[in-house]
């Protein structure tokens, strides 16, 4: 009864659910694929659980930013002050250690109440000011780097870092996998509850669907946004300390360059399994896109330049490619 | 199926000799596992106005979204004038002389009316530049002609919902189609406001354009149309014209069997104590010192026309705004919500009259929506603040089936359902809550005559177990249906309160119009 094939353009419902799968899935078959071609090309130094690890380990650190990260975009916002904060606490943790010498967990302490200060910070200038997140994060990250030279003088605190502190993110636990790698399972793993199988998750992501809507449902809007920057803060502050932990130093824009890369991961983790959400899990999945990018380049001495280029690129793609096949499936 | 199938019955005006303007055969359009469309037929003649009916979800907003070009279908055909066609995009729709005006309305708020109504529209230039003054002395007296009041440059920030309708009309002229497809048009439009739309749309008519008129309202259809379609399941069952043209027919072939018209019970039961209380509430300049009661067991309606500050009112009364002056009391103590979180706390609850911008999160599935306002019935305890998704997905499932909302399952989005089904999501929340007070603006827009008469008895339910209810709807008709009391709103005043036999549409429409 029906023609059926009316235009060479069209496209069929096959092809569409391929897209459709491709748009979701995507990310992960990249992921996979880039693991398949670097233990091909590389057998002897690339599939090994020595360099899994290595990479999981060395990824940590981004990935808890970028895990902290994702709550603040989750809720419709930007937040563009965690690698200047995560600076400033590198910088604080060392000084309070080595100067003031307080003991490690003291400090640990009280630099991630002070990353959830900036992050209420943040919080009450985009919800109660009402000044656009990204203007508002980005004052406050210059800020902080401003007060990151002046606590450091612009030197970097190297002498006297005491072994203890350098094991917070050089030791290793359980079964010995590394620190990082724990605390980065533990607070992704956490966040991932939160927002997924909490009703307070359920009131984080209905105001990041829909503002408007979640207000007049009864949802405190400005109360989970403001949430959203303190867990944000938080999760930076913990990437600082590991970080400097890591460096044995405090040096001021130490941990700069990780907002490029939290933007990266959490982007990249949109693109994964929902259609252009951001989510916990996705971001995860972003982080290791580039850390394994990252580290088969290194194996193949590819220069650091490439690398960068790499990260722009794969991001731009799989983005891309993510809504594009979406858009082509849907119709 | 009983309904007559009269196609290919004279049609009026001798249209049988013309060869139709469109033609479409055997449409079929999947969704992923869902089958939308499974084969609709249709043609329109030029001139007519065509009518489009169906319940909720049976598959008429896409169809017309492949009219237009947004959706294609899986098989079928379209033929305009005789000679096949394929449309692919919105640009070819447009130039085969289609025009839409979608369900939910198109604008960008940031640009002007004239901005607006040329969008997507080749414009004149000058020395290279758009000329907007050339263009807006040729606009005008099409602007005029469909009375856009609001002057071609203002911005369209803060238009009406008709207005910014008449503005989609607009464009269709400009654009000379020879086809408007118009899906719900009145759906917002008070009732003054629908009768410009029937005079614009009979003008079209009379001028060679074709309208293809789809609604839920029977009487404009009957009142309109000269021939109706009528889909089912995503299928044509039904098209009657002439004699076999008349209420009763076509309520069968929507629901596909008789209705059970719910009567009223005529009898007042007894209303319960005041449960919120407004006096002087004024936020100028849209609300100017309204005093209401709203009793325990009642359904208060408020009618009037469409900028009348119902909608504004019921915002201060749930606390998305603050009054300038007045007191509002809840239960008899004072009652200054300082936000609608507060106002949910003690016991509010509002489905607002926007479904998509303002109480739905399209990519979020049925459970999610329906449980946004019901977090504390979702979670395993005090002490363990996690989710019970089982208990959030058979909550849903409850709702699904008491509202009859056209899904696969609680997990689908609700961006994917169709727009009555989705208004059903949207007070299924509250009905779920069970909340003190709840208002309800334009509760049954947009949703079919089956699930409206299901809209209402779930009202009166909750009005019989104590609810007080307030009801805001530019439909005449459905007060007097729905409510034991009506308050007329005009300028942001109340001018008229309407009680029992009292409350009649035309006694609503005349208040309505009152000069406070
Ligand atoms: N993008 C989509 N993805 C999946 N299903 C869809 C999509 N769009 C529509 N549907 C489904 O197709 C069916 C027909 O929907 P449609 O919007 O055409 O109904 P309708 O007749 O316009 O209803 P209403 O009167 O409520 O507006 C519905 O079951 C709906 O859920
Ligand atoms: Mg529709």
Known sequence: MSDVAISARRLSPGTKAALGIFARYGTIIGLLAMIVTFSILSPAAFPTVGNFTNVLNQASLAMIIAGGLTLAVVVGELDLSIGFAASLHGILITGFVVHDKLPIPLGVVIVIALGAVIGLVNGFIVTKIKV??????????????????????????????????LQLSLGRWLFGIPNNIIVMILVLGGLWVLVERTPLGQEIQAVGGNAVAARLAGVNVDRIKILGF???????????????SRLGSGTASAADSYLLTAFAAVFLGSATLRDGEFHVLGTLVGALIIAFGFNGLNIFGAPTFSQYVLQGAILIIAVGMASLGRSLAER | MAAAFTRGAPQPGGAEMTVPLLVARDIAKAFGGTQALKGVSLDIAPGEIHGLVGANGAGKSTFIR???????????????????QEIGTPQRATELGMSFIHQELAFVPGMTVLQNIMLGVPKKTRFGLTDWRAIARDVAPIAGRVGISAPLNASVKGLSTAEIWLINICRALVRKARLIVMDEPTASLAAGEAERLFAIVRDLSASG????????????????????????????????????????ALVEAIVGGAIRDTQRTATARARGGV??????????????????????????????????????????????????????????RPYTPSSPAAAVQVGLGLVPEERRAEALFLSKSIAFNLSIANLDRVAFGRYLPLMNRRARTSMAGEMIRALSIKARNASTPVGRLSGGNQQKVAIGRWLQRIPKVLILDEPTRGVDIGARTEIHRLIRQQAEAGMAVLVISSE??????????VLVMAEGRIVRELTGLAMSRKAIVEASYVEP
Not at chain 1, 231 to 238: D, E, N, Q, R
Not at chain 2, 476 to 485: A, N, Y
Request: glycine share 12%; aromatic share 4%.
């Open chain 1, 132 to 165: 656009n997140s990204v203007i508002a994060t980005l004052g406050v990250g210059t800020i902080l780097t401003g007060l990151a030279f002046a606590y450091s003088a612009g030197v970097p605190i190297v002498a006297g870092v005491p072994e203890a502190f």
């Open chain 1, 230 to 244: 303190v867990i944000s803060g938080m999760c930076a502050a913990l990437t600082g300390i590991l970080l400097a």
């Open chain 2, 66 to 84: 492949i009219l237009a070009g947004l959706n294609h279908p899986d098989a079928g055909r379209i033929e305009l004038d005789g000679r096949r």
């Open chain 2, 209 to 248: 354009v074709s309208v293809l008129y789809i609604s839920h309202r029977l009487d404009e259809i009957l009142n309109l149309c000269t021939r109706v379609s009528v889909f089912r399941d995503g299928r044509s069952v039904a098209e009657l014209a002439g004699d076999a043209l008349h209420r009763p």
């Open chain 2, 275 to 332: 449960v919120l209380e407004a006096k002087n509430l004024t936020r100028v300049p849209k609300v100017r010192g309204v005093s209401l009661e709203l009793h325990a067991g009642e359904v208060l309606g408020i009618g009037g026309l469409v900028g009348a500050g119902r909608t504004e009112l019921a915002r201060l009364l749930f606390g998305a705004d603050r009054p300038d002056s007045g007191e509002m009391a809840l239960m008899g």
């Open chain 2, 476 to 485: 005449p008709d459905e007060l007097p249906e729905l409510c034991d009391r």
